[in-house]
């Protein structure tokens, strides 16, 4: 189980750098929006505030960063970096599903790794 497990996890990252995983036919329907432009001279960019607070963590912009890693040795590299911008801009992070590291340990570093760079962030699995 935890070798199928691990596969799928690498399965992830390589189709996502080596498919076109684009939907064809899918669609936001942003396409169909025209936004009439009014320019707001009179506001201050330095005075907008993107801040929330969420379970009394404070985030800089109401933003979690979705991951499909982890659960691959590969992965332990791409965690690191996202932990590392989430921390440095204030971020949370979402590390997906950990079930590959409950069926072998020796995975558990692909998943702790962002604890490790991001110690301050906001995680979610």
């Not at 009179?42 to 985030?59: A, C, G, P, R, W």
């Not at 912009?61 to 690191?80: D, H, K, M, Q, S």
């Not at 911008?85 to 692909?110: F, N, P, W, Y």
């Amino acid at each position: 189980m935890a070798r199928k497990t691990r596969k799928r996890k690498a399965d992830h990252i390589r189709i996502s750098l080596e498919k076109d995983v684009q939907a064809r036919k899918t669609t936001t329907c942003f396409e169909d929006i025209h936004l009439i432009h009014k320019a707001l001279p009179e506001i201050n960019k330095q005075e907008i505030n993107l801040s929330t607070e969420v379970f009394n963590h404070k985030f800089s912009a109401p933003l979690i960063v979705g991951a499909i890693t982890g659960g691959t040795p590969e992965a332990t590299r791409i965690n690191a970096a996202i932990a590392e911008a989430v921390e440095e801009l204030g971020l949370g992070m979402g590390v997906g599903s950990q079930r590959a590291a409950i069926e072998d340990k020796k995975l558990e570093k692909t998943f702790t790794i962002a604890r490790k760079k991001a110690p301050n962030a906001f995680l979610i699995a």
